[in-house]
């Protein structure tokens, strides 16, 4: 029986099935009316394109190419003649298409010594939203057909609902007995699941486990088999649309997964047909659940801290030394999250009734906390979901990179262009070794500055390739009309290109919902659109000269950044001419001493400046500022300004800083707070006596002894094994000392960021240092010489201040 029915519901996640030899779409939806749907779309096929070499192959010939495998013939299904445009020329090629989507990578190769085949390696899935461009997270109101109880798809038509997509979302988070630090899962059980699930107003929150624990979250069962069964029940009794977990790619649904078959027992968290298991994408894990979105949040956190995308109290993330959750959940919040040591879990476990259900309430807290941190962030990957037309699931785990990839992908096939294929290694390598030019600097002459104005390009880079049509299909020796770049490139001005229009709806997008913003500053969406805009805008530049891109261009990359040059450099003469001092000057933004000149005068400047730039360009004013400080660098003759450090505050008050050693985390909480401090008190008060005094307290207190060892602790990353280093390091010394005594084992140092204390015992500073948890003391000359007066005196000493005078013994200055 055949049937044909309207839903309104969003797609949330696209994969495929093989049936009978042939691959077959399949959509998850969820509906505005609560409910999911698994539907099929049969009639979209894998297929690749084929441009020969030469004109006596055609369809017939291509019709003939075939190979056997396990007795089943491999050939085309069907051949177009079709045109494409490839980098900016007309082609004739032909779509192949097959019935199977293992067909295409076989059939392509087979095909690669006849000419060049192309879009062979774009996953089936990928290939349909690429091809399809349908919003995902986003209504329509979509045809299906019911086939027999299979629902079909058959066409969608985007809805004027705007609203946000209700999801049932479950937090998670096990236990694990740990007797060595690291379990071992052969080993080691895992003794508790918690959960938090969330449907709109509906949330049910607890704890599976297999003791007998008296609180009423607290649901206990036989053993560790009916605890992951019951688990798994759970997920789907709720109908959990998205599956939440904290670093769950690496750990938990890895540890459920090798447990589960230790155990011989089933586990799929699958809503439809299909494993729940892991695959690689890129240099990262992603967890497939077939009819579920998996995000694991610790990759999203990374991925906000690398691009910056967190604002607020959010902001703090980026600031953090290490990523735990408890650390991100403190960070946002502003709220301490229960904890127990993770040394102590299995000892809790171990032990009598209070300390049971004091580890049942942590694990309960943990899934708390990731839904606190998943509700901050997730609106802004949903909104890059849907600005790249690329699957939640896949955004992420994505880079900036893959993110522009796909969108760019997707805009290629609606402009009839051809999406280009990955670089082999060999061009990979060339393209390593010819690096791209980068941006002009001008150092400033370090020293202490009042009335002061920064001003910045917007968009600096977005902005060139848009005025200037940068794009690699527009790339051209011949064409009538051209913008010529500062390297002699021409770039046709009438060739319609990709990248420079797909800038340019991005940022005619983000001055809208910035408009939207500023009448609804409340709503999280508009604030995350805006946010996904500007990341993807300002990483297209970037994709164009990372050497393993499909847009890879040098010619455009390198276009960039000579205009780049020139913008920064002609403004600056500009400045100069109209009687203003440059003090600095850096890529996009350039900071001016007024002098004798007023705001006004400065707000004129940057009027008539702009009146001279392409209509996409901009100079803005990005403040005004009462002080600042730059600092110098030790060079090979004398000092010389520093690149991108510097602090200001500004006529409102606030502070800017860039570049000190207070946003590094391999510095020491007490040389950063005096740093912080000294800078503070320049900039606010002008009080050069105060800013030396502060930092002769801090001298004092450590000679005494009574800075709190917290206050000493230095972070450093170990990227490799303990074995994998030459040099001895500080970090090193520390871990190698832990694991040699007993008291941290190899996997737990391996890749983990080391917190050490430099003591007083050993030859070396690499010997004296110890992990904070094992540290009994300090040396205090260390941190006075080597953390406290170094970040300090790189400020005092544009006041003519030397240690000696730091430590107690120079005589007293002001600040002019």
Known sequence: ????????????????????????????????????????????????????????IDRDFIALVSSFENGKEIKAAEVLEIERSILGKMVGAYKIFVSNTSYVPKLSAMFAQ??????????????????????????????????????????????????????????????????????RTEKDPIIMISYLFNKGRDEKRGVITFKGIDLPFVDVVKDEKAMINKFVERVRELDVDILV??????????????????????????????????????????????????????????????????????????????????????????????????????????????????????????????YAVYDTFIAIMIELSKLTYDSLSDVCVSTTGQLVEFMLMHNAVSSNEMILNKPTEAE???????????????????????????????????????????????????????????????????????????????????????????????????????????????SVYG??????????????ANSVTAYGRQYIKEVMAEASNYGMKVIYGDTDSLCILIGDKTKDDALKFMKEYNSKLPESMELELDGFYNRGVFVGKKVEKGSAGAKKK????????????????????????????????????????????????????????????????????????LRKSIEGYDLKSPELGAARKAVKAGLKTKEEVQGAVISYVITKHGSSISDRAELIEFAKDYDSDYYINNQVLPATMRILKELNFNEEELKGLGTQKKLQ
């Open 1 to 56: 029986m055949d049937s044909t029915n309207q839903i309104l519901g969003a797609v949330i996640d696209i994969d495929y099935l093989n049936r009978n030899d042939r691959s077959v779409i399949r959509l998850v939806v969820k509906g505005k009316d609560g409910k999911s749907y698994e539907l099929f779309d049969h009639k979209f096929r894998p297929y690749f394109y084929f441009v020969p070499s030469k004109d006596s």
């Open 543 to 556: 994709y164009l000269g990372y050497p393993r891109s499909r847009w890879y261009s040098r010619p455009c």
């Open 245 to 370: 977990g904290y670093n769950s790619a690496n750990f938990d649904i890895r540890y459920l997964l090798e447990r589960a078959r230790f155990l011989r027992v089933g586990f799929s968290l699958s809503k439809y047909e299909g494993d729940t298991k892991i695959e690689s994408h890129g240099l990262v894990d992603k967890v497939k659940i077939a009819g579920r979105v998996h995000v694991d949040m610790y990759s999203v956190i990374k991925f906000v801290a690398v691009v910056g995308a967190a604002e607020g109290a959010a902001g703090n993330v980026l600031k953090l030394n290490s990523k735990t959750l408890k650390n991100v959940y403190e960070a946002i919040t502003g709220d301490k999250k229960f904890a127990v040591e993770k040394m102590d879990i299995y000892k809790l476990w171990d032990g009598g009734e209070d300390d049971l259900k004091t580890l049942a309430t942590y694990n309960l807290a943990d899934s708390d906390a990731l």
């Open 114 to 183: 006849y000419g060049t085949c192309y879009e062979y390696d774009i996953p089936f899935a990928k290939r349909y939203s690429v091809d399809n461009g349908m919003v995902p997270l986003t209504y329509y109101k979509i045809m299906i057909s019911d086939v027999n109880g299979e629902l079909s798809f058959v066409s969608a038509e985007r809805d004027a609902d705007e609203s946000p997509v209700q999801l049932n979302i479950m937090c998670f988070d096990i236990e694990v007995y740990n007797p060595l630090g690291v379990p």
């Open 428 to 538: 990979m390598k060339a393209r390593v070794s010819n690096p791209i030019e980068g941006a002009y600097v001008m150092t400033p002459e370090p020293g202490i500055y009042s009335n002061l104005a920064m001003f910045d390009f917007r968009g600096l880079y977005p902005s060139i390739i848009i005025s200037h049509n940068i794009d690699p299909s527009s790339v051209c020796t011949d064409c009538g009309e051209y913008y010529e770049s500062p390297d002699g490139t021409h770039f046709d001005k009438n060739r319609r290109s990709i990248v420079p229009q797909v800038l340019k709806m991005m940022i005619a997008q983000r001055a809208e919902v910035k408009k939207a913003y500023k009448k609804d500053p409340t709503n999280i969406f508009l604030r995350s659109r805006s946010s996904a805009l500007k990341i993807v805008s300002n």
């Open 646 to 717: 510097y602090a200001l505050i500004s006529d409102t008050g606030s502070i800017k800083i860039r570049g000190f050693e207070l946003v590094r985390r391999d510095w020491s909480k007490i040389a950063r707070d005096t740093q912080r401090a000294v800078l503070e008190t320049i900039l606010k008060e002008g009080d050069a006596q105060k800013a030396v005094d502060i930092v002769r307290d801090a001298v004092k207190r450590l000679k005494e002894g009574s800075v709190p060892l917290e206050e000493l602790a230095i972070n450093t990353q």
